[in-house]
């Protein structure tokens, strides 16, 4: 897998912005990467050591419309908590400027 698609975009949500003090981030990621995936982007491409990456996937929501006429599936989430080593920088996710 590339290294560059791995890693989707941060997650800003109350528990990420509590795990920030840790030196824990919270990102989302490639519903196929695996944790040495996560581990050798985070690695290669922003020059931090990793010490543990946990995986956390979020089954997809059923919503029921119209009175359970039609039955939407959200997409399921795969998210990564990375924790680096004592003595790395703080890790800032930037958005690329090619997206728009």
């Known amino acids: 897998m590339d290294l560059t ?3 989707k975009a941060s997650l800003v949500t109350e528990k990420g912005t509590n795990l920030n003090a ?3 981030y919270l990102v989302q990621v490639n519903p196929s990467a695996t944790k040495i995936d996560v581990k050798q982007a985070v690695e290669a491409l922003y020059d931090r050591k990793v010490a ?3 995986i ?3 089954p997809p929501k059923v919503r029921i419309v119209a009175r359970g006429k039609s039955v939407q599936k959200r997409v399921r989430l795969k998210k990564a908590i990375i924790t680096l080593k004592k003595g ?3 890790l800032t996710f930037t958005k690329s400027k090619d997206k728009k």
């Open 88 to 90: 790395e920088k703080e």
């Open 56 to 58: 956390i996937l979020n």
């Open 52 to 54: 543990s990456i946990r």
């Open 5 to 7: 698609q791995v890693i």
């Open 22 to 24: 840790q030196k824990k």
